[in-house]
Nanobody, 124 residues
């Protein structure tokens, strides 16, 4: 079993910043591709960012590219999402996910483990 726990969500004004964290169970974490997704009420869960095993390769959804940065600290078993220049349309529940054995992953069905989610609300 792999468990993921997100934290760092909250209420922020448009233009502000938040940093989300995802703490993972330790076993084989260094060989997991990691990702962040988000889901607004009544909508599909959308990919926003992924990072490779060693942290040298990343990929972002067009909607967040240039504003969000994904990073990881394998020694701490933690993945981060730095969110800058937040917009009301960024409001959603944000989930981290793990893809064991994959170098990098950009699709929902490539991920086997999911966190409980953390709410991000951006006010106008």
């Amino acid at each position: 079993q792999v468990q993921l726990v997100e934290s760092g969500g909250g209420l922020v004004q448009a233009g502000g910043s938040l940093r989300l964290s995802c703490a993972a169970s330790g076993r084989t974490f260094s060989t997991y591709a990691m990702g962040w997704f988000r889901q607004a009420p009544g909508k599909e869960r959308d990919f926003i960012a992924t990072i490779s095993w060693g942290g040298r390769n990343t990929n972002y959804a067009d909607s967040v590219k240039g504003r969000f940065t994904i990073s990881r600290d394998n020694a701490k078993n933690t993945v981060y999402l730095q969110m800058n220049s937040l917009k009301p349309e960024d409001t959603a529940v944000y989930y981290c996910a793990a893809s064991p054995g994959r170098f990098i992953a950009t699709m929902k069905d490539q991920y086997d483990y999911w966190g409980q989610g953390t709410q991000v609300t951006v006010s106008s």
